[in-house]
């Protein structure tokens, strides 16, 4: 048994380190679905058929949990998975088995509340101006989700939402392009942010995963005053809550790590093993 760990490619790797690192006697096992990668630019059912097969692999490997280290997976797949199909995973294994998603432990970091929270839309004074502003840069599909603008209102009145779609940016991460390149890139969603609010965001996310692998890139492009939220430990958090909540998942014991992927098998990009800190290989899933 294990803990799994999906995404379209090596971003989710940025997710997986840092739960490793939390729960480093557990066993994990990390799926890249690089033959379809990125997928942030895919329609709605592609995206909910991509992520269901990917939880499928997992659990074939022995996962019990699988985390969608994915924005897009996340906003779009997520809840359509745990209402609709995850009720006959749990019978066709026999086991517990479950998909989580990492918008949730986001949007949780960003407001300082927890997610069962929502403010009183009747109390709400509709002359409040909002004070602070958050910047999230995403796939196009998180983008059009919407996911963060509406759960964030939501909860707090006091925080203005505002999107930047980076299409493209995860798949040059994929691809391993230079620092150099990427910093183009960057530094112009940076700025056409900045141009559409007026101002540099309060705080930031970085909406997907490729995108905390060059989070260096974003905070130099920002101003020092705003914040980032790390993903990865908003995930690690929540997921220590969520197993001290259900220990009827059993996630192994024996430290075990394998990565798998539907494209090539081998050595990965020198861009992905300088963040990982070692040499890292995928197998054929």
Not at 59 to 64: E, I, P, R
Not at 179 to 194: A, I, N, Q, Y
Not at 233 to 250: G, N, S
């Amino acid at each position: 048994m294990a803990i799994g760990v999906f995404d379209s490619g090596v971003g989710g790797l940025t997710v997986h380190r840092e739960l490793v690192a939390r729960f480093s006697d557990r066993d994990f096992v990390y799926f890249a679905d690089q033959a379809n990668a990125p997928i942030g630019g895919k329609t709605g059912e592609q995206i909910v058929d991509l992520t269901r097969k990917g939880c499928e692999t997992l659990f074939q490997a022995g996962a019990s949990i699988a985390v969608l280290a994915c924005n897009t997976a996340s906003a779009v797949a997520l809840r359509r998975l745990q209402q609709t199909w995850i009720p006959s995973q749990q019978a066709r294994y026999g086991r517990p088995v479950n998909v989580l998603g990492i918008i949730v432990p986001t949007i949780e970091a960003a407001t300082g509340l927890p997610w069962t929270y929502e403010s009183d839309m009747t109390a709400r004074d509709d002359k409040k101006q909002a004070i602070d502003i958050l910047g999230v840069f995403s796939t196009a599909a998180t983008a059009l989700s919407r996911v963060y603008e509406i759960e964030i209102d939501k909860r707090r009145e006091d925080l203005a939402v505002f999107s930047e779609p980076c299409p493209g940016l995860a798949g040059l991460i994929e691809l391993g392009a230079t620092p150099e390149e990427l910093k183009v890139v960057v530094d112009e969603h940076v700025d056409s942010l900045r141009r559409r609010i007026g101002r540099h965001p309060d705080t930031a996310i970085l909406g997907c995963t490729h995108y905390e692998i060059i989070a260096d890139l974003f905070a130099s492009a920002l101003p020092d005053k705003t914040r980032l939220i790390h993903q990865p430990t908003a995930v690690a958090d929540a997921l220590e809550r969520y197993f001290a909540r259900h220990p009827e998942y059993d996630l192994g014991s024996s430290g075990r790590r394998t990565f798998l992927t539907s494209g090539k098998a081998g050595a990965q990009s020198d861009m992905v093993s300088q963040f990982w800190g070692a040499p890292l290989t995928f197998d054929a899933a």
